[in-house]
């Protein structure tokens, strides 16, 4: 970087100071290293300290085993959905569309992640896919964004593209019975690239997890077209 653009950078960060994505206080105040968040916001967002089984949500005892739940799945949750500040960075990013907070939940992931200390070094990230009526009112996939954030930040290979959503989720908020959703969601992925599937270390990343059906069906879609082992990554649980 030349000595002038360093300078253009600094006038540049005077006149029109970024602002924190959670809170919107100036972050020239602050000596940050995050570049989104202020740090009394960063420090305000909890990382969990374990990873979970899908099926039954509950937390595991020891991650450090690494051990698969049988007739389940390994779930990582990096937060609760219940921390306010995670819904709300959350939201802005899925409905107020600022790309740049993909990039802090992404940070937030691999915060999580370091922090169970897990061998993750054959895996691949596959994020989970939205309808693409839904992805071109939104105009891009929120978990799509935010792993190739992560991809970057911990040099891990990503899939896009193999695994496809066929069905739409306009009406799955209606929906309040489980049972329902689970029959309505049966089918909704597709892998369409068995090549890039078979035979590998998937993680599914996907920004929230609530009832789990869309996880736990995107996971059962990945082990059809014959991964070796498949575990989901979520930003938030509820
Ligand atoms: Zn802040």
Redesign the pocket.
Known sequence: MSALTKLFGRARKILFPPA??????NLFAFDDKHPF??S???GEIQILPTLFDGISKKRLPDNRRFEYPKDSYLLGAAASYSQSIVKDLIWKMKYRRQKATAQTLAMVLAKYLRSLDLDLSDFFLVPLPIYYKRKRARGFNQAELITRHLSHILQMPMIIGALKRVKGAESQTQRKNIFDRKRYLRNAFMVSAPAYIRGKRIILLDDVFTTGSTMNEAVKTIREAGASEVMGLVVAKA
Do not use: S
């Open positions: 924190c994505l959670a809170c919107g206080r968040l202020c009394p916001c960063e």
